[in-house]
């Protein structure tokens, strides 16, 4: 990203409260038994009232689901008794992202493997300094998760985040990873942790929730390009889900088949739901940061 100017900054800082207040609001209201889209939906909304967009779709991903599962339109999925459930939000200001996670379980048992997760980064940013290799954040950040008997999920990684681009192309890894030698300069990064009592490793599955606009053009139908519009004016390349493009059509399988061509037609890109490769139950925690020359700020904390 480089140097930030103070309008970029300030509004970073904002979307960093936004993304706090809502996390544990969230991660004060979930409960057995509770519909999962109505907790997604809950936190989009007050990202809104709070003055923030979302920055990609609520992930709300449970047990050995790490990442990318949001709620479709009429979602059954509840929070099981025993759930270990990831929440995942973003929210940005023209552009401007937070990103940031917590993890919640009513089961004792694993109280520990959270406790792990948290403490790798509380652990990672208590190193953080500019100039700080990645593979340095990535070996604390193993080392903690080691040390209560977890492992850390190597590819799954923070990440450098740009204006209007969540992944922007730097990867901090969860473990020595000794090809990560580049460092830490101004910018926004975020810095998730996560752990397992799996194998330590995720593979994509089938359900597909989550998708972003890859290229302007394509040959489409007239209700193809509605939607594809649409999309494109609200989000550009942010993700999106369903949820929230239900109103544009007469009946769900009508968005869902639009969808699903628009994917074909190769102008957007879908992200399965990652899986524990051993069945592991996995937790996250995820702060980010900006990096402003001598400072670092953390933005979701
Ligand atoms: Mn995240
Ligand atoms: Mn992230």
Not at 12 to 28: D, H, N, P, S, T
Not at 34 to 52: P, Q, S, T, W, Y
Not at 107 to 119: F, I
Not at 283 to 288: D, G, L, M
Request: hydrophobic share 40%.
């Amino acid at each position: 990203m480089g140097k930030l100017g103070d309008e970029a900054i300030d509004k970073l800082i904002r979307a960093g409260r936004i993304a706090k207040i809502v996390r544990e609001e969230a991660a004060k209201m979930v409960k057995p038994g509770m519909k999962l889209v109505d907790l997604a939906e809950h936190i989009e909304n007050r990202i809104r009232e709070l003055g923030g967009e979302p920055a990609f779709p609520t992930n709300l991903s449970i047990n050995e689901i790490a990442a990318h599962y949001t709620p479709v339109v009429n979602d059954k999925t509840i929070v099981p008794d025993n759930a270990v459930i990831k929440i995942d939000i973003g929210v940005h200001i023209d552009g401007y992202i937070a990103d940031t996670a917590t993890t919640v379980t009513c089961n004792p048992v694993y109280e520990p493997l959270l406790e792990a997760t948290r403490k790798a980064l509380e652990a990672a940013l208590s190193i953080l300094r500019p100039g700080i290799k990645a593979k340095e954040i990535g070996y604390i950040i193993e080392k903690t998760i080691e040390n209560y008997g977890y492992k850390p999920v190597r590819n799954l990684t923070g990440h450098s985040i740009d204006q209007y681009i969540i992944h922007s192309g730097k990867s901090i890894p969860n473990f020595n990873d000794i090809f990560s030698r580049w460092k830490l300069e101004d910018g926004v990064y975020a810095i998730e942790p996560f752990a397992t009592n799996g194998v330590g490793l995720v593979k994509e599955g089938e359900t597909k929730t989550i998708y972003s606009i890859k290229k302007r053009r394509g040959r489409l139908t007239i209700y193809e390009r509605r939607l594809f519009e649409k999309i494109w004016s609200e989000r550009r390349t942010l993700p999106f889900c369903e949820r929230w493009y239900r109103d544009m059509f007469s009946n769900i399988d009508g968005l869902r088949n639009t969808i699903k061509m628009l994917e074909r037609h190769g102008v957007i890109l879908s992200y399965p739901i990652l899986i524990e490769r051993g069945g592991g139950i996995v937790a996250q925690f995820e702060h980010t940061i900006v990096v402003n020359g001598n400072e670092i700020i953390v933005t979701t904390l």
